[in-house]
């Protein structure tokens, strides 16, 4: 049978079931100020009405929040609502996934900080981002994403690394482990990549190494713009094509016309003079 739970803020706080020797004895846990909400096929509550659990088909709505879940633990105590199973959350900044999502609550019963892991992903009108685990830090507006990070952001900009943080309000990321930066045109790897969103650019913290339009390309550093569809790598530059290699302090490429620029000391070495079809 469905059980809807509506689970209201009052001088009692969660009512225990009719009867239970807890009631009116207890005193009840921290209260919530806004309606939650539960549909599910079945709802258990403890006798102290702090902990409650919701099995098949779970439902819950608290504000403009809304998730869904097979199953939802929820512990007024810690406050603390765990979902698991195929969970899903969604509030107006976006969508937040994981085989389990626990939301924890400040005491001002705003959602403080939420926790996916397992097959764990964060959608915003901005980005995309998934790994094994996220952390979504709601106050600071900061993200922590480990393990087989993925990172995508319009129209074909994706990041991949084993670790990488987010914040929000400054736009600002980094990646590490192994981290690659790739687009269209090619791919970029590094030690480090910083990603500024606002400005439209990253900086690959070398060394570097990359493939781009059939040429690869070592350096110390390189920053990537998006808006200007260019890299600039500097630090002992090595561009090696069919045609020959390329040393230089600094070089340039520009992705639209896919033509190279190198400056300060340069070195070209050629072993075939023949164009390459797409250069």
């Known amino acids: ?33 806004k309606p939650l909400h539960i549909v599910a096929d079945e709802v258990v509550i403890d006798n102290s009405g702090a902990m409650l659990l919701a099995r098949g088909h779970v439902q819950l709505t608290y504000g403009a929040r809304r998730a869904t879940a097979d199953q939802l633990r929820l512990n007024r105590a810690a406050r603390t609502a765990e979902l698991s199973g195929h969970a899903i959350v969604t509030d107006p900044q976006g969508r937040a996934t994981g085989d389990t999502v626990t939301l924890y609550l400040a005491p001002d019963e705003q959602v403080r900080s939420v926790v ?79 990603l500024f969103q606002a400005a439209g650019r990253a900086v690959v913290h070398g060394p570097v190494d990359a493939e781009i339009y059939g040429a690869t390309m070592r350096s110390a550093s390189a920053v990537v713009d998006f808006r200007t569809s260019t890299a600039v790598l500097t630090g002992q530059v090595v561009i090696t094509r069919r045609q020959g290699t390329l040393r230089a302090d600094r070089v340039t490429i520009f992705y639209k016309t896919r033509r190279i620029l190198a400056t300060g000391a340069t070195h070209v070495r050629l072993t075939d003079t023949a164009e390459d079809a797409a250069p």
């Open 1 to 33: 049978m469905l059980l809807v739970a509506s689970l209201l803020a009052g001088a009692g706080g969660m009512c225990p079931p009719a009867g239970s020797a807890a009631a009116g004895r207890r005193p009840a846990p921290a209260r919530l100020e």
């Open 116 to 194: 996916m892991v397992g097959a764990a992903g964060v959608e915003t009108r901005e980005y995309a981002l998934s790994g094994d685990r996220i952390t979504a830090d709601q106050q600071s507006g900061r993200l922590l994403a480990e393990g087989h990070v993925r990172a995508f952001s319009a129209p074909d900009l994706l990041v991949t690394g084993d670790r990488a943080t987010y914040d929000r309000r400054t736009q600002h990321g980094t990646v590490a482990g192994h981290p690659v930066v790739s687009n269209k045109a090619g791919r970029v790897r590094g030690d480090r990549i910083e």
